[in-house]
């Protein structure tokens, strides 16, 4: 699997790849319309939202990862059953940061990296058995759907450094996992500070990251966020095929650099003997053109980009044609949206207050 790795940074930086899918000339305009809010519980609201993912029926499952619940609404918005509490038994949830829900057939799957595991439950909430999960938290952490699996993070040391993974589960259990590539060496995308017996992390803003998710046929789907350019690697390690548009990048503005940088501006003010590395990091001048890829229950790639016209979401079918272009809807940045069917669903967040709230859209395609 260390091949994987090794092709999918080399077809990333590659300028002449030899399977190239492209936009149409005129893609269709589809557009989005609120069919409801949910704002959460009336006495307490949102804890801390982490995912929403829906079931044919277009039944609604909201992770609440600060309550280790998942509150289950019918397509009307109306609250049918909750699952879940705090605990280490069955049917209950660990508090650690970086919970994820997805599907295995008609079977919940709830990454619970408090208790280890990957739990498996029914629709209703019966507990039906788990399989063990790497301990790994954080607000990006979170379960992958492709098709019918889903993939779980997971790491292994490699040369004294450790390499992310993606583990994939089925039906039947555990199954191979996907080497994750490296961020980009020539764009660091935090600063790193020993301070007073711990260490901070402030994030680099509008650094280049890379983008990878696991595809419905088991290959890795990714790109660097500073180029409208995907690379769809096999299993083996071989490019299947690229994605790629012309989208020219937008300017970091005097004012967005600095305001990017006042949580790290602060602490330095107040901890000037820290030795933070990069202690000065270079002043970016374009912004990221890619902002997340999502797949659809059909195996559809969402492209969520920057442009001109605001934040945009262009939908490629398996071929890499594409199908559909549409303003994106406001979400949280490290919250992806959920696509099923017609649906759309967002997590958003009040940016005065904190409060959350989840977003049901329904897509027009014309």
């Known amino acids: 699997m260390r091949r994987l790795v090794v092709a999918a940074v080399a077809a990333l930086a590659a300028c002449s790849p030899a399977k190239r899918s492209g936009s149409a000339p005129a893609p269709p305009r589809w557009h989005l319309e609120l069919v ?6 009336e006495d307490t609201g949102w804890t801390r939202l982490k995912d929403v993912v829906a079931d044919g029926r277009g039944m609604l499952y909201v992770l609440d990862e600060g309550a280790a619940q998942i509150r289950v609404f019918d397509s009307a918005g109306a609250l049918v059953r909750v699952i879940g509490r705090k605990g280490a038994g069955p049917a209950e949830f660990g508090d650690a940061y970086g919970m994820g829900i997805g599907w295995l057939g ?3 799957a709830v990454l619970d990296p408090g208790n280890g595991r990957l739990a498996r439950l029914s629709a209703t909430g019966d507990w039906i058995g788990s399989w063990p999960a790497k301990r790994i938290t954080g607000r990006d952490v979170r379960l992958r759907q492709a098709g019918a699996a889903v993939y779980a993070p997971d790491w292994r040391p490699v040369g004294g450094k450790p390499q992310s993974l993606l583990v994939r589960y089925t039906t039947r259990g555990v199954g191979d996992t996907l080497v994750l590539p490296e961020r980009p060496a020539d764009s660091p995308g935090a600063i790193v500070c020993p301070a007073s017996g711990a260490i901070r ?4 803003p509008f650094a280049t990251g890379v983008l990878a998710i696991p595809g419905p046929a088991g290959e890795l789907v990714t790109a660097r966020t500073d180029r409208y350019r995907i690379v769809f690697v096999s299993p083996n390690g071989d490019s299947l095929r690229t ?3 012309e989208i020219a990048p937008l300017a970091v503005t005097d004012s967005e650099w600095p305001a990017g940088l006042a949580e790290y501006t602060e602490f330095r003010a107040k901890n000037p003997a820290a030795s933070c590395d990069p202690a000065t990091p270079g002043r970016v001048r374009l912004k990221p053109v890619l902002r ?3 797949l659809d229950d059909a195996g559809d790639l969402w492209v969520e980009h920057r442009s001109a016209e605001g934040d945009m979401l262009d939908v490629f079918d398996r071929d890499g044609k594409l199908r559909g ?3 994106a809807p406001p979400h949280e940045t490290e919250i992806p949206i959920y696509v099923r069917g017609d649906r759309v669903s967002t997590i958003t967040v ?3 207050t904190g409060a959350q709230a989840v977003n049901v859209y329904r897509l027009v395609r014309r």
Do not use: K
Not at 36 to 41: C, H, Q, R, Y
Not at 201 to 204: G, N
């Open 325 to 327: 272009v549409l303003a």
């Open 201 to 204: 992390f402030f994030s680099i």
């Open 292 to 294: 997340s890829l999502v």
């Open 350 to 352: 009040e940016e005065t």
């Open 36 to 41: 409801t809010t949910l704002a959460g519980p």
């Open 106 to 108: 008609d079977t919940l």
């Open 243 to 245: 994605i790629s548009r």
